[in-house]
């Protein structure tokens, strides 16, 4: 079993050599931005979850917990899997912005800052992190510019490594007519070094996120999205597979208030590989 409930909905950067920043520094920033909300919103105070097996057995070497403040401004997070603790913090602004998020395990340190232009929209994102085991340590920094409507245009990632050489990679972004993102593609040193294309439903929800995927020497999705008619998603599907184009299934279910019940993990051949269950406490 492996972590999931976050994977979707809680999204920071680690250091990587291509990603899909659009999708993780903004609209992943705003999925964490609008659960926070729901949680004020319905005066959420604890988060449960509980992993269950195929078999529809508990597992009991995983627990995982969220903790939110009385003024939502603050979300702390517990994960105990197979005796590894990890603690994570998210703090918000006063008008529900995420400004802060922390996160330690073994030996692992990273702390990320989100700071704002005066339109609200996200123009530096920092993460310092660090690793004793391995004795890493880097600093990475995205700035982001927009044009006069608000649209992202383009972000500079810069990577500050531990022997203070720099390495920088320019990202260039291409919009369509409704200000929606629809090309990124990366540059270092003058020459292109990745891209993906981004689809949209008509209510302006990503439903695919593609890239021309060197291994397979074919344009293919690295993840596809589905909505119901709440706008909530309920499923989105990750490329993964080394020899065969593979995908994992992640299916998602909610209770009436709109908060997440069960987050269920299916391989390529939908099978159930098994379940998070999530049970909430309110103030």
């Known amino acids: 079993m492996q972590k999931l409930f976050w994977a979707l909905i809680w999204i920071g950067f680690a250091p990587t050599t291509e990603a899909q920043y659009y999708y993780s520094d903004l609209i992943g920033i705003r999925q964490v931005e609008t659960k926070q909300q729901r949680f004020k919103t319905l005066h959420v105070r604890q988060i449960l979850g509980t992993a269950v097996l195929p078999t529809g057995e508990v597992q009991t070497d995983f627990k995982e917990s969220y903790e939110i403040s009385f003024q939502a401004d603050t979300l702390q997070q517990i994960q105990l899997q197979a005796g590894a603790r990890t603690n994570t913090t998210l703090i918000f602004s006063n008008n529900g912005q995420l ?6 395990r073994a030996g692992f340190t990273s702390q990320i800052t989100y700071s704002r232009n005066k339109q609200g929209y996200i123009d530096r994102i920092e993460n310092r992190f ?67 294309y981004y689809y949209y439903n008509e209510s302006g929800q990503i439903t695919d996120i593609v890239r021309f995927n060197s291994k397979f020497n074919r344009l293919l999705p690295d993840q596809l999205f589905e909505y119901d008619a709440a706008g909530n998603m309920t499923q989105r599907m990750q490329l993964t597979g080394s020899r065969d184009v593979t995908y994992l299934i992640f299916r998602y279910g909610y209770q009436t208030n709109g908060l997440l019940s069960e987050e269920a993990l299916f391989n390529n051949r939908k099978e159930h590989q098994g379940s998070i269950r999530f049970s909430y406490l309110f103030r």
Do not use: C
């Open 99 to 104: 400004a802060e998020q922390m996160e330690k």
């Open 130 to 196: 660090s690793d004793s085991l391995s004795e890493f340590q880097q600093q990475e920094i995205h700035l982001w510019s927009y044009n006069a409507t608000g649209s992202p245009l383009k972000m500079w990632r810069i990577l500050e490594k531990i022997d203070g050489v720099l390495d920088s990679t320019e990202i260039q972004l291409t919009i369509d007519s409704t200000g929606l993102v629809t090309e990124e593609r990366s540059f270092k040193r003058g020459r292109e070094t990745g891209f993906f």
